[in-house]
């Protein structure tokens, strides 16, 4: 099991590099994180997007492209649908978002004829590390499904296993996170839980071990579920955190990255190879860490 992104960055540069493929590549910020995984020796890349800009982003942050492919096309859906189209076609491992929306790039993703789908449900994991927790913790979905269904929840865990496989944890330990630990039919949240572990019990959800409903701290903290009689295997050690919708996700997301300043990465799964889409708001070492994991799946998918 890989518990601290120090370990993500180092087993990358053992299983990589990988080839990524970015996306409407004249971005300053998007840029510096590939070229500094590059360095790094994580990742190769290949640049889709206005050559021009490029290479003056590139003048002005200093960054050699000579070994770097670009491929000259300005229109940003093009684009897209290009860079998509080199991790379908087998030349690069991912695809990495960059001066672009995401519904652009998304579209791309989801184009029938070059694109990357799989049937699933797309959604977004976020990896922490957090301070005074013993591993990294997944949390999902902060970013793609408003409301998911049942059959939605389903495939948000599944498609994390995804991200849990490719660090090295084995048989994750899925907490279905709601507002109290019992299932009460007044709070739809509760009962999804309660199925959930059912699908999971019943051999329906494989791969992993899930456990709910859960309060974040008895999911968390072993001495919480301890009070409260919680006697899972899940309690306490939780690896991922399933969230019931994405105002929940969203503001357990931001609230460990900017007021428990714990280190991030992120990346969208449910797709034939990882899509990494970074937020302005992120570091340049949550870009990196979002890098090394894209190379962590490759290597594993």
């Known amino acids: 099991m890989i518990k601290s992104f120090e370990e993500v960055l ?38 889709v997007g206005d050559k021009e ?5 590139a003048k002005e942050e200093s960054i050699d492209l000579n070994d ?7 229109d ?17 491992h991912m695809v990495m978002k960059g001066l672009v929306d995401t519904s652009i790039i998304l579209k791309a993703v989801l184009n029938k004829e070059t694109g990357l789908r799989t049937g699933s449900v797309l959604s977004h994991v976020a990896i922490f590390d957090v301070m005074n927790y013993p591993r990294l913790l997944l949390v999902t979905d902060a970013a793609m499904n408003i409301a998911p269904t049942l059959e939605q929840k389903k495939q948000i865990i599944e498609n994390s296993l995804q991200v849990a496989n490719g660090l090295d944890i084995d048989q ?11 299932v009460n039919p007044k709070m739809p949240a509760t ?22 409903p859960f309060a974040l701290d008895n999911a968390v903290s072993v001495e919480a579920a301890k009070l409260k ?22 503001i357990l997301y931001k609230t460990l990255g900017f007021l428990a300043n714990a280190k ?18 992120d570091s340049e070492e949550a870009k990196l860490n979002s890098i090394a994991l894209g190379v962590l799946m490759a290597a594993k998918m």
Do not use: F, W
Not at 53 to 57: D, L, P, S, Y
Not at 76 to 92: D, F, I, R
Not at 229 to 247: K, Q, R, S, T, Y
């Open 68 to 74: 770097y492919e670009i491929i000259d096309i300005k």
């Open 10 to 47: 180092k087993i990358a540069k053992e299983r990589g590099p990988k080839t990524v493929s970015v996306a409407c590549a004249q971005d300053n910020d998007v840029l510096k994180a590939v070229d500094n995984a590059k360095k790094n020796g994580i990742v190769e890349a290949i640049l």
């Open 76 to 92: 940003l859906a093009e684009a897209s649908l290009k860079a998509v189209e080199l991790v379908s076609s087998g030349k690069a």
């Open 191 to 212: 009962v999804d839980a309660g199925e959930l572990v059912k699908m999971n019990e019943n051999g329906d959800l494989t791969g992993c071990i899930v456990g709910g």
């Open 172 to 182: 994750p330990k899925v907490a279905v996170i709601c507002a109290k630990e019992k």
């Open 53 to 57: 800009k490029i290479e003056a982003i």
């Open 229 to 250: 009689g919680i006697d899972h295997p899940v309690a306490g050690h939780a690896d991922v955190l399933m969230c019931p919708n994405i105002e929940s996700g969203n």
């Open 264 to 281: 991030s990465a992120g990346v969208i799964v449910g797709a034939k190879a990882p899509i990494i889409l970074t937020s302005r708001a």
